[in-house]
């Protein structure tokens, strides 16, 4: 069975914000609702999109903290 590779397009990207941690104005916010947040202002930043039509959101950890480490995936 082969696939057909789609095409792909950014049309949106945000961030959140960084505190200090472990006594930062962030240390009783889950990281998913923080997340939830960044999802919803990339989709505000991008009024022409159709919402129905995202398939895949690609989430990065670009400082990871606390019990994961290094490896995100824990």
Do not use: W
Not at 42 to 67: F, K, L, N, Q
């Amino acid at each position: 069975m082969s696939r057909q590779i789609q095409d792909a397009y950014i049309v949106s990207a945000m961030r959140t914000p960084v505190g200090k941690a472990p006594r930062g104005i962030f240390r009783n916010t889950r990281p998913d609702d923080l997340l939830a947040h960044a999802i919803r202002a990339a989709v505000a930043a991008a009024p022409g999109v159709d919402t129905s039509r995202i398939d895949d959101a690609i989430i990065g950890c670009a400082m990871p903290e606390g019990e994961q480490g290094m490896n995100v995936a824990r």
